[in-house]
Every structure is written in structure tokens, then in C-alpha cells.
């Protein structure tokens, strides 16, 4: 075999590789769409627009993100879940509030920022609690059944989010119901692949990770919100 006949057999070895990787990943980001249209179809009956529909929980579970962006811009996004959540709480149809979300020492700290944010909208802090384990979506849930004790709870985030969060929810064995903050988690081309991944990799979650989250357990509406 000559030189030319030997790039000529890497060339299109390599081709079809990318080419078998290409349609990999296409089938991937579909099993992921239609995933992510079935649960936002069955989640609709768990979401409804009108509070006073919803029922009284002892605590609702406020999922947390970012507050500001790579630049320094405000996020809309959670000043948006932070006063839907307030007025949950104000129509008295969740006692307590979890502020769920991720910790990194002490520069970054959702769970402190949506309790500040909170109290600016009229929660007292002393009906928050601060969930500092919640790195994903998966965790706040898990974590509001092993560690808070739930059994019926609301879930707060937007639509499109909560689709996500009351298939967790539900399949780990919480009664959940959603109330829907404005706007989207999963916007433009970037942001409906990275939607449609998670909730491939909630599937993944549901059927690999069944250990019940270790930790000091907290009694709602006994032990006081720290």
C-alpha cells in the first residue's frame, strides 16, 4: 500500500468516524426533545396558573441559579422565582420556604442571596431555610425529601424548569405540584440543548442514584432556619 493509498484509508476511516459521531449525538439531542415535550406535556396538570388552586404545603422548595452573569449583569431569572415564591408564601399556601442551591465558599451563595432577596419582599428569614447542598436540580429535590422531610410539597422555577423538577419530584415519591416564575430557563439554541441533555440526564439520575441523602436532618416549622 503507497502513502496516497494509506491517506486516503485514514481519510475516510476519519470520516466515517465523524460521521457515526455526528449522527451519535443527533440521536442523542432527540431522544433529549422528545424527552423533554412528554414531561412538559404530563407536567402541565401539576402546574396550575391560578394559586389559590394549589395546595398547603408545609414548605415549598425554591430551586436556585446563578444571580449574576459571566459579566456581571443581574439575572432576571431569579429575582423572577424570588417574588413568585413570596407570593406563594403570602397567599399562605406554602408555610416555610426552602431556598435551595449551590455554595462556593463565601464569595458565591445562593441560598443567603434568595433569603436576603426575600426578606427585601417581605419573608421574614425566620421562615427560610437555606438548603446549601442544592448543586443541581436533582439534589434539591432528593434533598427535600431526606433531609427536610417532605412528603407534599410546591416547587418553584420557571415552567419549562419545572417540568423537569416534578418528574424528579414525583418519581422519588413526593406529592409535588409547580408554581411558575416568568420567563425561561432554557432559552435559544444553546440553552434548549443544554434543557434537553438534563433532562437525559434526570432519566439517567432516576434509575442509577438511589441513595438517600446523608445529613443533619431538619424538622420544618421546629428546628429554627439558620
Known sequence: MTIIDRLHHTARFLLAALAGAACLIAAILAVGRIGRDVSGAWAEAYIPDDVDTLPTVDAAIVLGTAPYGTRGQRYRTLSHRLKAAADLWSAGKARYLIVSGNRIGTDYDEPTRMRDGLAALGVPPEFVYRDFGGVRTWESIVRGRDIYGLHRTIIVSERDHLARALLIAHHVGLDAWGYASP???????????IGDLSVLRAFMDSVLDRRIRQGRR?????????
Open 183 to 193: 420567563g425561561q430557563s432554557y432559552a435559544g439554541l444553546g440553552g434548549n440543548i
Open 218 to 226: 431538619v424538622a420544618i416549622g421546629v428546628d429554627p432556619p439558620t
